[in-house]
T-cell receptor
Framework: AQSVTQLGSHVSVSEGALVLLRCNYSSSVPPYLFWYVQYPNQGLQLLLKYTSAATLVKGINGFEAEFKKSETSFHLTKPSAHMSDAAEYFC?????????????FGSGTRLLVRP | NAGVTQTPKFQVLKTGQSMTLQCAQDMNHEYMSWYRQDPGMGLRLIHYSVGAGITDQGEVPNGYNVSRSTTEDFPLRLLSAAPSQTSVYFCVSSYSPRTSGGNTQYFGPGTRLTVL
C-alpha cells in the first residue's frame, strides 16, 4: 500500500532563507507525486507534480521538487522564503493511470516565515 | 467556469441529524471524489466516482453515502451525524487519467462541518 511521510509538522524559517520541506513515499512502483499548498480557510492549490517526466519539477511561486527514486523522496524547496509562503503544505502520492485520481496525503507541514 | 463549488461553507449539526453536502463542477470532469481533512492527518478519501452512475468507497467511507446521477453533481450524505464526523470536507474533480492533464485534481473551497 502506498503511504506518504512528511517529516516535521512545523518548519520555521527566516524571510529570505532556504525553504526545505521533506516528503518520503512508500510505493512498489514510482507513483505520481504532488505538492499542494493550503492557505488559512482555503482549499488546496497544486504547487507542482511529478508524473515520470523530468525528475526536477518546477512549480508555481518559485518552488521546485526533485524526485529521487533511490531515496523514495520528493522534497520541496524554495531558495528564498517570502512572508506570503506561510501556509500548510501537503505532499501526496497517487497510483498510475486508473488509480491516479486517488490521492494519499501526508499529514502536512506548516511553514512559518519569520520577518 | 465556476470550477468546483461546494455548499454550504459552514454547517453545525446535532448528533443523529442527517444532511447532504453539495458539490458541483462545470468542467465536464469524469472523476469526482470526497475527502475529509482532520488536523495532523492530512486528507483522507471518503468516496469517489469515475463517472455518472458509478461510485466506490475510499479509505474512510463509514457513515457516508454518495450517488452520481449526473456528471456535474456528486453529493455526500451523512445519514446520522456523529461527533467523529466533525471535519472539513473537500470535493475534488478531474478528467479521466487517460486524457491529457487527467492527473490534475481540482479542489472545491471546502465545507466546515461541526457535529455537537
Amino acid at each position: 500500500a502506498q503511504s506518504v511521510t512528511q517529516l516535521g509538522s512545523h518548519v520555521s524559517v527566516s524571510e529570505g532563507a532556504l525553504v526545505l520541506l521533506r516528503c518520503n513515499y512508500s510505493s512498489s512502483v514510482p507513483p505520481y507525486l504532488f505538492w499542494y499548498v493550503q492557505y488559512p480557510n482555503q482549499g488546496l492549490q497544486l504547487l507542482l507534480k511529478y508524473t515520470s517526466a523530468a525528475t526536477l519539477v518546477k512549480g508555481i511561486n518559485g518552488f521546485e521538487a526533485e524526485f529521487k527514486k533511490s531515496e523514495t523522496s520528493f522534497h520541496l524547496t524554495k531558495p528564498s522564503a517570502h512572508m506570503s509562503d506561510a501556509a500548510e503544505y501537503f505532499c501526496a502520492v497517487s497510483g498510475l493511470m486508473d488509480s491516479s485520481y486517488k490521492l494519499i496525503f501526508g499529514s502536512g507541514t506548516r511553514l512559518l516565515v519569520r520577518p | 467556469n465556476a470550477g468546483v463549488t461546494q455548499t454550504p461553507k459552514f454547517q453545525v449539526l446535532k448528533t443523529g441529524q442527517s444532511m447532504t453536502l453539495q458539490c458541483a463542477q462545470d468542467m465536464n470532469h469524469e472523476y469526482m471524489s470526497w475527502y475529509r481533512q482532520d488536523p495532523g492527518m492530512g486528507l483522507r478519501l471518503i468516496h469517489y466516482s469515475v463517472g455518472a452512475g458509478i461510485t466506490d468507497q475510499g479509505e474512510v467511507p463509514n457513515g457516508y453515502n454518495v450517488s452520481r446521477s449526473t456528471t456535474e453533481d456528486f453529493p455526500l450524505r451523512l445519514l446520522s451525524a456523529a461527533p467523529s464526523q466533525t471535519s472539513v470536507y473537500f470535493c475534488v474533480s478531474s478528467y479521466s487519467p487517460r486524457t491529457s492533464g487527467g492527473n490534475t485534481q481540482y479542489f472545491g473551497p471546502g465545507t466546515r462541518l461541526t457535529v455537537l
